[in-house]
């Protein structure tokens, strides 16, 4: 049977939620380029292997998928004995799985929309030659300083978002907040001592250095 197979790019943070995982699972793994500045993720073969056009897509062996959320749930249970794990202490224990759903659920719907036109518009627009947008900027910084307020009093009384161990919810957040920590956005961070101690541990992870 075949191994496991990421399509994407190494810059894109969706296929870095990936390879983080795969890397706190010590798993082996092929990185299969796929050319985002040609539109190859808009065209087959890769609408093959995910049909709305974004990367990455995945394959372990015969099974196939896409939305890098989806494969990272995947790789945390089909992997669950190997490497570092991403679900909570007692994975069984429904309540905890919840809290960590949760977890997962903001980051997709709350901090990740906000935290990824940030980083568009202060790092990949300056990949495309294009300029950012302080008006921008400043609405969206307003938007993600509620939501880290949110995350302070959170971490006020747990290690991570999910309680006291690393989770899937808290990978989740890496790849985007590596590229922030590059701009001036990285105040946001900084200016909240439980956030900032909380991103200076899941960023300096042996996994986190891997994908930069």
């Known amino acids: 049977m075949a191994g496991i197979k990421v399509f994407g790019h190494a810059a894109s943070t969706a296929t870095r939620r990936v390879l ?10 092929e990185l299969v380029h796929v050319e985002l500045k040609e539109g190859e993720h808009k065209k087959e073969p890769f609408l093959s292997r995910n049909p709305f056009g974004k990367v990455p897509a995945f394959e372990d062996g015969d099974l196939k998928l896409f939305e890098s959320r989806a494969i990272t ?10 490497g570092t794990n991403l679900l909570p202490a007692d994975s069984k ?3 905890l799985y ?19 036109k940030l980083a568009w518009e202060q790092v990949f627009k300056l990949f ?3 300029t950012t947008d302080q008006a ?20 006020k009384e747990f290690k991570y978002l ?10 989740h957040h890496i790849p985007v907040i590596q590229y922030l920590l590059g701009t001036p956005t990285k105040k946001l961070f900084t200016e ?9 541990e899941i960023t300096t992870r042996p996994a986190s250095q891997k994908i930069l």
């Open 20 to 29: 983080l995982a795969l890397h706190e699972k010590n798993l082996d793994f």
């Open 192 to 200: 909240r001592p439980h956030v900032n101690d909380w991103v200076a």
């Open 162 to 171: 999910a309680g006291e161990t690393f989770t899937l919810t808290d990978l």
């Open 128 to 130: 495309y030659g294009m």
């Open 136 to 155: 921008v900027v400043e609405e969206e910084e307003a938007k993600l300083a509620a939501v880290l307020d949110v995350y302070e009093a959170r971490l």
């Open 93 to 95: 224990n429904i309540s």
């Open 73 to 82: 749930q995947y790789i945390a249970h089909r992997y669950e004995g190997e």
């Open 98 to 116: 919840a809290i960590m759903a949760i977890g997962m659920e903001v980051e997709a719907h709350h901090f990740d929309p906000v935290a990824s």
